[in-house]
């Protein structure tokens, strides 16, 4: 089953303490995305990588790490939180024959 | 001008009505649109590409008016499950960047 799998689906943290949040995919898409969700905001991209190795910054990047080490994976990095990163989480990437988006389930990070 | 801008509702519709949105957009060198529903906290998933000559998928339409720059979907026969919220998204080089969506809610 094509799957975007992410980890954890909640998680809740103090300010400053290092954190990454994994995200799979299972689907050999060259593209991976990082977006935040917030009310009255909706859907920002944080960072994107179109292969291997290679980053770019999305629509808000500030306090935020990526690597992209193997097609698979792409996490999601805080190397010290704030609690302007509570959020609702999402990975994504995109097939590049019809340009579709899957996403993974979400992650709702709290930072106390 | 935002790049894509939404009505956030919420429309509230009874069961069988027909409801439509529109979306707005800006930078028209955009080739791809698309419609993504979410339900509350879950991940939004793809309900309709958008291509010059719209396109049509039961009792969903969506259309594209590059004249006027905006999308439209349009439900027919509402049912309760059709509430969710519906993003718009315009699909850049390297990304897809979404509207903040609009709220439907679809009563008995």
């Known amino acids: 089953e094509a799957q975007v799998t992410q980890n954890p689906r909640y998680l809740i943290t103090v300010t400053g303490k290092k954190l990454t949040v994994t995200c799979s995919q299972n689907?050999?898409?060259?593209?991976m995305s990082w977006y935040r969700q917030d009310p009255g905001l909706g859907l920002r991209q944080i960072y994107y990588?179109?292969?291997?190795?290679?980053?770019d910054k999305g629509d808000v990047p500030e306090g935020y790490k990526v690597s992209r080490k193997e097609k698979r994976n792409f996490p999601l990095i805080l190397e010290s939180p704030s609690p302007n990163q509570t959020s609702l989480y999402f990975c994504?990437?995109?097939?590049?024959?019809?340009?579709?988006?899957?996403f993974g389930s979400g992650t709702q990070l709290s930072v106390l | 001008r935002k790049e894509v801008e939404q009505d956030p509702g919420p429309f509230n519709v009874p069961e069988g009505a027909t409801v439509a949105f529109n979306c707005t957009y800006s930078?028209?060198?955009?080739?791809?649109f698309f419609w993504y529903r979410q339900d509350c906290r879950k991940e939004p998933k793809l309900l309709m590409s958008?291509?010059?000559s719209g396109n049509e998928d039961g009792r969903f339409t969506a259309q594209l008016n590059r004249a006027s720059q905006y999308i439209s979907l349009l439900i027919r026969d509402s049912k309760l499950s059709d509430s969710a919220t519906y993003l718009c998204?315009?699909?850049?080089?390297?990304?897809?960047?979404f509207g903040k969506g609009t709220m439907l809610l679809v009563s008995p």
């Open positions: 998204a315009k699909r850049g080089y390297s990304t897809l960047t």
């Open positions: 958008v291509y010059s």
């Open positions: 990588s179109m292969n291997v190795e290679v980053t």
């Open positions: 689907m050999n898409h060259e593209y």
């Open positions: 994504a990437t995109r097939d590049a024959l019809n340009e579709k988006l899957f």
């Open positions: 930078n028209s060198a955009s080739q791809s």
